[in-house]
């Protein structure tokens, strides 16, 4: 059963602290997205790929935040230095999206910055 | 800027009632409209898409409705249950992004 595989689940940090969530796409998957879910803000897209090229990060803070796909089966999202307003749940999702199917969204990596 | 609102927030409902969920965005150019499902702790599921060409979309006792033109949609879940209770979250599908509304909480009680 395929699905997109988050790594770590759960992280406590302190604040300062680098931190690099990682994601394993769907195999053949073409376009990879990045997702923050707060309670006051809800899901906001971070940064997008497809093919492997970036191409919308607009909604990521550019000082502190990097994405980057080293090669089709790894995205990863960095955050250096945390603080503790980015404590949240960050989502990966994947999907074919020229073709309008459905996105598929791993579990998430729960981050708390103290 | 797209934005989506769902509406109501929250619904608490007992088993077996009929529901209508709703969800607004304020730029009709959309490629399609999709309707997910979240559990507690966990990611995403989708549960019915609906491109812009089409009305609506059913899946079981789930109904999706699309109205582009007045930037509309509606979920529409038949005889509730307990295990329906999770949130429901639209997204629009806009230059190949996916925006997403805040969701409506649902819980339905036995």
């Known amino acids: 059963d395929a699905r997109v595989t988050q790594t770590p689940r759960h992280k406590v940090t302190e604040m300062g602290q680098e931190v690099t969530m990682r994601c394993q796409p769907i195999?053949?998957?073409?376009?990879v997205f990045w997702y923050r879910q707060t309670m006051m803000q809800g899901l906001e897209l971070l940064a997008y790929f497809r093919n492997r090229a970036p191409l919308d990060d607009s909604g990521m803070p550019k000082d502190r935040f990097s994405a980057e796909m080293p090669d089709a089966t790894l995205a990863t999202l960095k955050i250096q230095p945390s603080e503790p307003r980015d404590s949240a749940v960050y989502f990966c999702a994947s999907g074919l999206v020229n073709s309008r199917n459905t996105i598929y969204f791993g579990e998430g990596s729960w981050l708390t910055v103290v | 800027k797209q934005e989506v609102t769902q509406i109501p927030a929250a619904l608490s409902v007992p088993e077996g009632e009929n529901l209508v969920l709703n969800c607004s965005f304020t730029d009709s150019a959309i490629y399609n409209l999709q309707w997910f499902r979240q559990d507690p702790g966990k990611g995403l599921t989708s549960l019915l898409l609906?491109?812009?060409?089409?009305r609506e979309q059913t899946s079981g006792r789930l109904n999706a409705s699309l109205d582009k033109s007045s930037g509309r949609s509606t979920l529409y879940i038949a005889a509730s249950q307990p295990g329906d209770s999770a949130t429901y979250l639209c997204a629009v599908d806009n230059t190949d992004k996916l925006i997403f509304g805040t969701g409506t909480r649902l819980q339905v009680f036995p």
């Open positions: 609906i491109q812009s060409s089409q």
């Open positions: 195999l053949g998957h073409n376009t």
